[in-house]
């Protein structure tokens, strides 16, 4: 399930260095019949405001019904409107004693009215899933197509209201709908919330969006997914950091641990990591460990699954040094995952109407995926399919009208820290 590698087997004495890591996990496919899974609980918070009109809303309505259908019968599931005011469609319950008639009738009252206060809507669905019985755990899925107009307005303080939430084991998804929502304070909130982002520039993405959470919700395989890196010598240790999104991590005497999150059936990630080691005097040579544990919980059996890896590094001598052959996935994997900074750079730049700077950049960052593209029969699968999809992604982004540059761009940055394929192109 698990594998741990380093960018070099060897460095050399006399100079600090970066070293990169790639730790890769494979969630095992869950069976054609699954085992029975622990219940969770599902709570849709919908904004409802005027600017949700023309069939916006009526889509999401029937999306939603189409999901409940899905859960099983020991999910909870609650439905939440908001515009300037809050109305409880749906009380959390569970979905065995939900009747689709009054389902069908609920969700007839959803019609687009006021303006937008996702503060409001976004305190009352946490609420909600706070009644989740013990032991359940709750996502959130927030969705909205405007820019907050009442309320706290602020993406850091809402980030928080959903950093709070995840202490109650409630996560938040945010799903942006049209080209007019805020995407600063959606992704604050997904990202606070350990969840997804996803942008439904076009209103009928939004339909995939849902099912790619829901499908997350009924695949999940491995659970509680987390590292613990740690380098043999003290003294030579300076940090670890994480390339992509870690959902915590917490400093250890010679290294430190990372909470990673889920993985679905069969889905396979990699987490990448830079170690800063210190310099070791120019006539030292020996070896360094540094030994990974990898560990999560399987979402169905809750049985406890892990893995520990001793990687050896050579120190040697500056004299008549050979420089190792670098490990070509842990360096494609590296480059992957910087892209997620220059996507939210350019997506930043648009935002602040420089549009030009943003696609140079853009521009710049697809002909580095190129210069990948010329490796790919070096690479793993994974990683071969990885760059893959990167190299696509930033030609479509190239594509996309100004006015959903930086939705679009937003939302990609979002998955590529994080490893995620994007749901419009399948599994």
Same mark, same amino acid.
């Given at each position: 399930?698990?594998?741990? =590698?380093?960018?070099?087997?060897?460095?050399?004495?006399?100079?600090?260095?970066?070293?990169?890591?790639?730790?890769?996990?494979?969630?095992?496919?869950?069976?054609?019949?699954?085992?029975?899974?622990?219940?969770?609980?599902?709570?849709?918070?919908?904004?409802?405001?005027?600017?949700?009109?023309?069939?916006?809303?009526?889509?999401?309505?029937?999306?939603?019904?189409?999901?409940?259908?899905?859960?099983?019968?020991?999910?909870?599931?609650?439905?939440?409107?908001?515009?300037?005011?809050?109305?409880? #469609? /749906?009380?959390?319950?569970? $979905?065995?004693?939900?009747?689709?008639?009054?389902?069908?009738?609920?969700?007839?009252? !959803?019609?687009?009215?006021?303006?937008?206060?996702?503060?409001?809507?976004?305190? #009352?669905?946490?609420? +909600?899933?706070?009644?989740?019985?013990?032991?359940?755990?709750?996502? !959130?899925?927030? /969705?909205?197509?405007? #820019?907050?107009?009442?309320?706290?307005?602020?993406?850091?303080?809402?980030?928080?209201?959903?950093?709070?939430?995840?202490?109650?084991?409630?996560?938040?998804?945010?799903?942006?709908?049209?080209?007019?929502?805020?995407?600063?304070?959606?992704?604050?909130?997904?990202?606070?919330?350990?969840?997804? #982002?996803?942008?439904?520039?076009?209103?009928?993405?939004?339909?995939?969006?849902?099912?790619?959470?829901?499908?997350? /919700?009924?695949?999940?395989?491995?659970?509680?997914? $987390?590292?613990?890196?740690?380098?043999?010598?003290?003294?030579?240790?300076?940090?670890?950091?994480?390339?992509?999104?870690?959902?915590?991590? $917490?400093?250890?005497?010679?290294?430190?641990?990372?909470?990673?999150?889920?993985?679905?059936?069969?889905?396979?990630?990699?987490?990448?990591?830079?170690?800063?080691?210190?310099?070791?005097?120019?006539?030292?040579?020996? +070896?360094?460990?540094?030994?990974?544990?990898?560990?999560?919980?399987?979402?169905?059996?809750?049985?406890?699954?892990?893995?520990?890896?001793?990687?050896?590094?050579?120190?040697?001598?500056?004299?008549?040094?050979?420089?190792?052959? !670098?490990?070509?996935?842990?360096?494609?994997?590296?480059?992957?995952?910087? /892209?997620?900074?220059?996507?939210?750079?350019?997506?930043?730049?648009?935002?602040?109407?420089?549009?030009?700077?943003?696609?140079?950049?853009?521009?710049?960052?697809?002909?580095?995926?190129?210069?990948?593209?010329?490796? !790919?029969?070096?690479?793993?699968?994974?990683? =071969?399919?990885?760059?893959?999809?990167?190299?696509?992604?930033?030609? +479509?982004?190239?594509?996309?009208?100004?006015?959903?540059?930086? $939705?679009?761009?937003?939302?990609?940055?979002?998955?590529?820290?994080?490893?995620?394929?994007?749901? =419009?192109?399948?599994?």
């Amino acid at each position: 399930m698990f594998s741990a =590698r380093l960018q070099a087997s060897r460095i050399k004495a006399g100079e600090p260095r970066t070293l990169g890591l790639l730790i890769e996990a494979a969630a095992p496919a869950l069976p054609s019949e699954q085992l029975t899974r622990t219940p969770e609980a599902v709570v849709f918070v919908v904004d409802r405001s005027g600017s949700m009109g023309g069939g916006r809303l009526d889509l999401i309505k029937n999306t939603i019904s189409e999901m409940i259908g899905q859960l099983n019968p020991a999910d909870h599931v609650a439905v939440i409107s908001f515009d300037t005011q809050i109305e409880t #469609h /749906l009380p959390l319950i569970q $979905k065995e004693k939900l009747d689709a008639g009054m389902l069908r009738r609920e969700l007839a009252q !959803l019609e687009p009215r006021g303006g937008t206060n996702i503060e409001l809507g976004f305190r #009352h669905g946490i609420a +909600e899933a706070a009644k989740a019985p013990q032991g359940v755990e709750a996502k !959130l899925i927030l /969705l909205s197509d405007g #820019h907050a107009n009442h309320g706290v307005k602020d993406a850091a303080q809402l980030g928080q209201l959903a950093a709070v939430a995840t202490e109650h084991f409630v996560s938040t998804s945010t799903i942006g709908i049209g080209t007019g929502y805020d995407e600063t304070i959606l992704t604050a909130v997904a990202s606070s919330g350990h969840g997804n #982002h996803f942008a439904a520039v076009k209103v009928e993405e939004a339909v995939l969006a849902l099912q790619d959470e829901i499908d997350g /919700l009924l695949e999940r395989s491995i659970r509680n997914l $987390k590292c613990e890196i740690r380098v043999s010598d003290r003294s030579a240790f300076k940090s670890i950091t994480p390339v992509g999104y870690v959902r915590d991590q $917490k400093k250890l005497g010679s290294g430190s641990s990372f909470k990673l999150g889920e993985l679905v059936s069969g889905e396979e990630r990699g987490y990448a990591f830079a170690i800063d080691l210190s310099a070791y005097p120019a006539d030292f040579v020996g +070896e360094l460990e540094i030994s990974i544990e990898v560990s999560g919980e399987n979402a169905l059996s809750s049985e406890q699954v892990s893995e520990r890896f001793n990687l050896k590094l050579e120190i040697a001598s500056p004299v008549g040094f050979v420089t190792p052959e !670098l490990d070509e996935d842990v360096v494609a994997e590296l480059a992957v995952f910087r /892209l997620a900074a220059v996507k939210e750079q350019a997506a930043t730049a648009a935002r602040e109407g420089s549009l030009s700077i943003a696609r140079e950049m853009i521009a710049n960052a697809q002909s580095d995926t190129n210069l990948l593209m010329q490796q !790919l029969d070096k690479l793993s699968p994974r990683v =071969r399919l990885r760059v893959l999809a990167e190299n696509h992604e930033l030609a +479509e982004l190239l594509g996309f009208t100004d006015i959903e540059f930086a $939705k679009r761009a937003s939302e990609s940055s979002y998955r590529s820290a994080r490893s995620k394929f994007n749901p =419009r192109e399948g599994k």
